[in-house]
């Protein structure tokens, strides 16, 4: 029997629906893998009674609870104050915490405000929780069957402590079989494309298959059970694979992590050592902002027509042939930026079309390499929104695709 | 006292993360509106005993609860058979929930499969509730002090279902009150920050004050219950804005929504005839995908380096001065993209400093106006991210300011 895991998050707005809880599905991917069965997920608002009541039905339900939330400076973060009444325990000041959230301030060149201290009380007896990415120090303790980490509830906050803080000393806490979980990231399939061209390959009963559709990939999940032999797991996900082709960017798990499409395309350009140019209509910028900090993009542009592009670069190519001016876009951005490669991204439909989610419009990839032009068109429907992200991620690929096949 | 409502999702999907459970933020966000107080959200898996309990607890808890999912034909959806055995109930073949799936297979010309013939059987005394979007009907029925509805977990059947089967019936089974959000929107102050500018304000008990700190602005949030004078629920939100000062860059609710920062600007620069042309550097491009669709921004450019960009604009300043490099760079930009607006931001800091959490830079932003330069300095630290999103923010809200001074 797997230990039991659940979920616990707090504040108003997550029950009045203002937030959705992200971090509940977020923690329970990752206590799946560390092999914790996820029996439950429970969110409270700022109600001292209902945090109190809850804490003593997971103590003796759950052999673990992770909390999030209601750890903040304001009157209405509960959380500590729950958890004191809840197990019987005095708050005592803790100066390290203290300490360090003084440091935090300091480092931001602002004075902390006095409602911070109250942040620094911990209940007697927990085990403090650095905090590196915030100010609010989280803290373990058991109570009970149940231990219990508390959280703050900002994600950018939340992951990474549970990843430093938490996961590495869950294995001397609880006797875990961890599952081994692959991903088969891929761009450019729909799930149910996936599931039809999967359809032929026979999944053993032990392994979990699961789709997830995100905003930037769609993956497909192989998840084997502890001393599941190594090989015919590789021979299960080759054969899961290779009917996905090259829409398959990476492979993720067992040792492996690419991380996503930027990431991937990230160590091939540092590796190659080339740089990159890119002119962005659809996309809108957002493009340029998923490769944040990358050294290899020198520059990028958008224009709000392609009448405006060409005349900034005096590019005389016209009429229909999107696809022409595009490659004259590209040729004369090399020359005034220097890139090694040069990614153009047009469109044909108008803003009726751009914002109807129920009207496609169609997109113009080029990319200008060593060995000339690639190129690549997609029909893109939906909200304004997901055109966008499709741009970005689909002109994003065509590098990707030219950089794998020369690696 | 508000009638209580507990959301409850069903899954096993849902507990694993594999799914983040948007059904219970949705149906929260109606229920809060019609003037029920959201109390908790649960989601437990496909275990029979797990479901039994719940049930069980939240029927002598809450006065109603919206669950969604378990309703399939499959094997592990077990919400139905979960129900009939925590209540104590027959489960009865229901004749017209038949006929009616049997009309939904019939109306895609496909065989209704043997498996599908188990979700005509709902608990003796449950009201039927018609799915007009899919297979599955869900239910309806009273146990101890909750009454209880059962929908499937997909939102596209749950949400039609929730607004067409079930809010009409809510007034007539529940004494509702419906409440009034009013949002204080800010950009620049934490949620510290604020609590300390408006702590001298005396908040009345019956009025609930929160806070929210997303990613894109810190809301100050006053719930306001049915009854309470107009005119005094003005008075208190006044006095909340007014410590906030000009940071306030919306305030919503009571029948106005401006919706975001760039909601904002997009109303002032449409009303005012305006355009734009934006310089970007730490923000890279997100300035611009947050400003997605709108007929006001005319171009906006990415260099990786002040010096690319100097030599790219002929600008002849250097030096310390990034302010004054900032403002050659606008008027510049001016001239070549004819726009009204220019706003134009740099940063000191290097790589290193960029990419750690720990260290500051400092943004220059300049807006060139019909006026004459507007400029701010703001010392960001966090992730890379995070100087990301809020270099964006506060170009775009040096924009915000201008226009709301004009209008």
């Not at 997920?41 to 209902?50: N, P, R, W």
């Not at 100066?95 to 060149?109: I, T």
């Not at 992951?159 to 991903?183: G, Q, S, W």
């Not at 958008?302 to 016209?318: A, C, D, F, G, P």
């Amino acid at each position: 029997m797997n230990p039991t895991l659940e979920t616990f998050s707090q504040g108003e707005e997550i029950v009045t629906g203002q937030t959705v809880d992200t971090n509940a599905a977020w923690l329970s991917q990752q206590a799946v893998q560390l092999g914790f069965t996820v029996t439950r997920h429970t969110a409270v608002g700022d109600k001292l009674d209902d945090l109190i009541t809850l804490l003593q039905e997971i103590s003796s339900r759950a052999d673990c609870c992770i909390c999030t939330g209601g750890l903040g400076p304001t009157t209405d973060d509960l959380t500590t104050e729950a958890v004191a009444q809840a197990f019987g325990l005095q708050l005592v000041f803790d100066a390290a915490a203290f300490a360090r959230m003084q440091q935090f301030f300091a480092n931001r060149n602002k004075p902390m405000p006095e409602a911070n201290r109250k942040q620094a009380m911990l209940p007697e007896g927990a085990l403090r929780l650095d905090n590196d990415w915030g100010t609010a120090p989280g803290f373990a303790i058991q109570h009970n069957r149940c231990w219990f980490a508390f959280l703050p509830g900002v994600p950018s906050e939340m992951r990474p402590m549970f990843l430093e803080k938490i996961l590495p000393t869950l294995p001397e806490r609880f006797a875990l079989r961890p599952a081994t979980l692959i991903t088969v990231k891929t761009i450019g399939l729909g799930e149910s494309d996936i599931q039809q061209r999967i359809s032929a390959v026979p999944i053993p009963q032990q392994v979990q298959l699961g789709f997830r559709a995100g905003l930037n990939d769609v993956q497909t999940k192989l998840l084997f059970p502890q001393g599941y032999p190594a090989a015919e797991r590789q021979t299960l996900v080759d054969r899961i694979a290779a009917p996905l082709g090259d829409y398959v960017f990476a492979i993720d798990g067992a040792g492996c992590e690419s991380g996503d499409l930027v990431a991937v395309i990230d160590g091939l350009m540092m590796q190659q050592g080339k740089t990159l140019a890119v002119v962005e209509t659809v996309s809108q910028g957002l493009l340029a902002g998923l490769c944040l900090g990358a050294n290899w993009l020198l520059e990028t542009r958008y224009e709000q027509s392609i009448e405006r592009l060409r005349h900034k670069l005096n590019i005389t190519v016209t009429g229909d042939d999107v696809m022409a001016q595009a490659q004259a876009i590209a040729a004369t951005l090399r020359q005034g930026s220097g890139a090694d490669y040069v990614l153009v991204q047009l469109y044909t439909g108008d803003k009726n079309q751009f914002n109807d989610r129920d009207q496609a419009i169609v997109l113009y990839d080029v990319l200008l390499t060593e060995s000339g032009f690639k190129t690549a068109a997609h029909t893109v429907a939906g909200s304004g929104k997901r055109k966008q992200t499709q741009a970005a991620l689909l002109a994003l690929d065509l590098l990707r695709r030219h950089l794998q096949q020369k690696a």
